[in-house]
């Protein structure tokens, strides 16, 4: 074993949680521990292209109730990186059309002896009532607009990497608040990590209410772009809203977008961010998107690495006996 692979072995010890629901319950240092894992696991899979054998034998269970295609492919991956098997489940064509609540499909799956069940819903909260539920453990990618744990801490692992610290930073999150799970994610993350998060956005998608969160509330992208050391720049997300909260997509990328003149009134360093899929023209232009400010792929490799690290982590806290809050 390797000293890198003997060091996640005992920052696994230091972990108590048998599921993975929010960042909000998380306090700053099971947050850096998280990350000081995905780190280390990083660095013994080569950049997350080999395999460990640290979950050889277990069994992962995807559950999405919602399209993805990062997210799930990541999960996956990260579940074989570490050798564990994987199984695939779609709402689509399932018992659920038959009349079988959400609880009673995770169950029946969880009986075939799974040891994680990775889940993606439309309802938030979903993630919270399964774990209440199930005594496998449950991680949460994704519940409607509330939290998206995995994006936040991969974004986090992210800026750390490229500055060292986040305490200290300015964080500017741009585009639709009121929709994006990733946006909460990342505000509990950042904020409880020492760094100034400000939501920015036309004033239909950001509430003053963020105010309450210690969050700086921003309608006027050019105003901030000095002070901000990080971007990270949201889809607007059309399927979750009722009716358009601006005039035309061409008046948002006028006012939102990050494109190359507004890059040449930014700090030298800025560094920009996207969750994706990201909207060439919309959120970002291709030359800002490509440029060498932009990390979305090293965001793409370390959702990776972050994933290795809380089924790393959860399922050894249920393999030594932790017990679930009911």
Known sequence: MSIVESEVGTLAEAWTKTDLLDLESLSAEEIRLILQTAENLKEATDGCSKKLDLLAGRTMANLFFEDSTRTKTSFSLAARRLGADTVDFSSSGSSLSKGETVIDTAKNIEAMGVDAVVLRHRTPGTPHLLAQNLDTSVLNAGDGPHEHPTQGLLDIMTIREQRGEINGLTVALVGDIAHSRTARSNIWGLKKLGAHVIACGPSTLVSRRWEELGVEVAYNLDEILPRCDVLNLLRIQFERQ????????????????????????????????????????????????????????HQVTNGLAVRMAVLWLVIGAAERGLSKPR
């Open 242 to 297: 009722l009716m358009r909260p601006f005039p035309s997509v061409r008046e948002y990328a006028l006012l939102y977008a990050m494109n190359g003149e507004r890059m040449a009134r930014a700090k030298k360093d800025i560094l920009i961010m996207a969750p994706g899929p990201i909207n060439r023209g919309v959120e970002v232009t291709p030359e800002v998107a490509d440029g060498p400010h932009s990390v979305i792929l």
